[in-house]
């Protein structure tokens, strides 16, 4: 069964770019998470779909962030214009299970703004 | 202050040693304690998880959970080079819907020598 997997692995913007992030969750997953780490701080959580449907999106610092999944499978996260503090790695996980169901993380997309 | 309080070390250990890794919180709320373990360029993967004060032994890992103190550990037992890696503490709390929101710990880095 492969994993979540994240495109790109890497990228680098320049400020008031726009970079698009997407997310491949394990097939059959309604659950569906994004996170952010910025360097030296915690992993916050930005927003939960449940198939299509946004759930929760207490997370997403501001209207610069767009995140959507189309027929509830795959899942993408705008940044449009991007701003220097937006770098960070951005971890998508997916999950069977509302609750507690354990969540899988792919590697996450490593984005530097410059 | 941040809701969940853990030292990023690095901790640095010879083979075989108890490692003892640690967290604390300040949030009554939080519900569920868990462990993920991070290896460079990967994303999070569960290690374990548990819910209320005691021990959970899986393996050569034991949780462990203080909720009169707030404060959760992780023990490895006859720690291996394939043990170095990132630790992270997240703690769940309740949302609307039967949902929960993962709050993280910073990591503590750990590196086991041969």
């Known amino acids: 069964e492969a994993g979540v997997t994240q495109f790109p692995s890497h990228s680098v913007i320049e400020k008031g770019q726009t970079v698009t992030l997407r997310c491949d969750p394990i097939s059959g997953h309604d659950n569906l998470y994004w996170y952010r780490r910025v360097m030296g701080k915690e992993i916050k959580f930005l927003l939960h779909?449940?198939?299509?449907?946004?759930?929760?999106e207490s997370g997403m610092p501001n209207n610069r962030f767009l995140a959507e999944r189309t027929g509830g499978t795959y899942s993408t996260l705008k940044v449009q214009p991007a701003e220097l503090e937006d770098s960070g790695v951005y971890f998508c996980a997916s999950s069977p299970r509302q609750g507690l169901g354990e969540q899988y993380f792919g590697p996450g997309t490593r984005l530097t703004v410059t | 202050q941040k809701e969940v309080e853990q030292d990023p070390g690095p901790l640095s250990v010879p083979e075989g040693a108890i490692v003892s890794l640690n967290c604390t919180y300040s949030n009554s709320a939080f519900q569920y304690f868990m462990w993920y373990r991070q290896y460079s360029r990967k994303g999070p993967e569960l290690l374990m998880y548990?819910?209320s004060s005691g021990n959970k032994e899986d393996g050569r890992f034991t949780a462990q959970v203080d909720k009169s103190s707030k404060y959760i550990s992780l023990f490895i037992r006859d720690s291996q080079p394939s043990d170095s890696a990132t630790y992270l503490c997240a703690m769940s709390v309740p949302k609307a819907g039967n949902n929960r929101k993962l709050i993280w710990g910073l990591g503590t880095s750990l590196a086991v020598n041969p």
């Open positions: 548990t819910y």
């Open positions: 779909f449940v198939k299509e449907s946004k759930q929760d």
